[in-house]
């Protein structure tokens, strides 16, 4: 089993910066990727970005289009933390944050798919205004 715990969360102006953190805990000898996701009210989970954390390719990063050139995924083996940046934050990054990992391989065209993994944080909010 695998805890992941999300922080970070906060409301914040258009153009503005966050930094969110999840940490994992219990065995996380079996994590080779991480990734955040976000949902909105009304709408699906949505991959933002992910990360492979061990293995050959560990530090690969994968955005999605939106995101691109905003945010910065990245992992410490040491403390069990991946972080989120967001820069220049827009209204439309609102949403409830998601840390996930997977245990276990996963292809680099499906780390940004919910379905793909195994465990999941509680969320933490972020709050954009214009």
């Known amino acids: 089993q695998v805890q992941l715990m999300e922080s970070g969360g906060a409301s914040v102006q258009a153009g503005g910066s966050l930094r969110l953190s999840c940490t994992a805990s219990?065995?996380?000898?079996?994590?080779?990727?991480m990734g955040w996701f976000r949902q909105a009210p009304g709408k699906e989970r949505e991959g933002v970005a992910a990360i492979y954390t061990s293995g050959s390719v560990a530090s690969s990063a994968f955005y999605a289009d939106s995101v691109k050139g905003r945010f910065t995924i990245s992992h410490d083996n040491v403390k069990n933390t991946v972080y989120l940046q967001m820069n220049s934050l827009e209204p439309e990054d609102t949403g409830m944050y998601y840390c996930?990992?997977?245990?276990?391989?996963?292809?680099?065209?499906?780390?940004?798919?919910?379905?793909?993994?195994?465990?999941w944080g509680q969320g933490t909010q972020v709050t954009v205004s214009s």
């Open positions: 219990g065995y996380t000898r079996s994590n080779n990727c």
């Open positions: 996930a990992s997977i245990w276990g391989r996963a292809a680099a065209w499906d780390v940004l798919k919910p379905d793909e993994y195994n465990y």
